[in-house]
């Protein structure tokens, strides 16, 4: 059986398709059984130590948190490939500024494998010089993307940074 396709008016059969589907599936592994549950908890306390880590500019803590491929994007576009290099950012970062977040995640999705996720969300951070210039304001998106990993459980894989408004403007608006 064949069906046309709205968009190409191409027939396409449905055998294929459905084919293609479930490869798709098996591949994305949706055959096993995975407890969402469980793995949201543990996301949830892994963003939490990964907040806590910032605000107290623990480096170690930090650091800890990312794959050796990681990236970090900011949100005037640097980006930091590698651990060591998201290491070497934070530490001139928490060296030259005490750090106050606040990270609310409005969405969590956790891929069908169980062995990658996505947060997104809203970012607010306080930099506080250490030298007593004035605090240095930040909000906008996050986009946090974390891998399971074989042996030590979850790890960052990309955290990107984007801009939006500060806190005192309409956070509709994100």
């Known amino acids: ?19 293609w589907f479930f490869v798709l599936m098996l591949a994305l592994g949706c055959g096993k059984s995975v407890d969402f549950a469980a793995v949201t908890k543990v996301l949830n306390d892994k ?12 480096l170690a803590g930090f650091a800890v948190m990312f794959k050796d491929d990681a990236k970090l994007t900011r949100p005037d576009g640097t980006y930091f490939e590698g651990k060591a290099a998201i290491e070497n950012w934070a530490r001139e970062a928490f060296a030259t500024h005490a750090i106050e977040s606040e990270l609310n995640f409005d969405k969590l999705l956790i891929y069908p494998s169980g062995k990658r996720a996505f947060y997104r969300g809203v970012y607010h951070l306080n930099r506080q010089p250490k030298d007593g210039g004035e605090i240095e304001k930040e909000s906008g998106w996050y986009r946090l993307f974390w891998h399971k990993m074989p042996d030590s459980g979850w790890k ?3 955290l990107n940074w984007l801009n939006a408004p500060t806190k005192n403007e309409d956070e509709d608006a994100f």
Do not use: C, D, H, W
Request: hydrophobic share 40%; aromatic share 8%; proline share 3%.
């Open 1 to 19: 059986m064949t069906i046309m396709t709205q968009l190409y008016k191409r027939p396409v059969r449905t055998s294929s398709t459905a084919l």
């Open 47 to 58: 963003v939490a130590e990964f907040e806590t880590a910032l605000n107290e500019g623990n």
């Open 156 to 158: 960052i894989y990309r």
